[in-house]
């Protein structure tokens, strides 16, 4: 009897921690959509830019800034303090305290 627990104990864990995974990975996503939707007229304004300034094509002006925004060396990601990043990582200190 004391085996079936610990199994249901052990099964009831796993869906727990898949389920913690499942909506980290959502707000995760969404969080990243938000920065997305932030950092495209300002990579768009600057691959503009570059056409104009650098006399380059197009398509090397936008992959040359397609991850503008995004951490790089020493330089920290942009925009993380959106309220979507904010609900995200407030979720994942939260499982992390929790253990």
């Known amino acids: 009897m004391t085996l079936v627990f610990i199994i249901l104990a052990m099964v009831s864990g796993l869906t727990l921690a898949e389920d ?3 909506i980290q990975r959502q707000l995760d996503e969404a969080c990243e959509a938000a920065r997305f939707e932030k950092l495209k007229p300002i990579r768009e304004k600057y691959a503009a830019e570059c056409v104009i300034e650098w006399d380059r094509s197009e398509e090397y002006c936008q992959r040359f800034y397609s991850d503008y925004g995004n951490r790089s060396d020493d330089r ?3 925009f993380y303090e959106l309220p979507a990043c904010e609900k995200a990582w407030k979720y994942r200190k939260s499982y992390r305290q929790a253990k």
Do not use: E, I, P
Request: charged residues 15%.
């Open 76 to 78: 920290a990601a942009l």
């Open 20 to 22: 913690r995974q499942v």
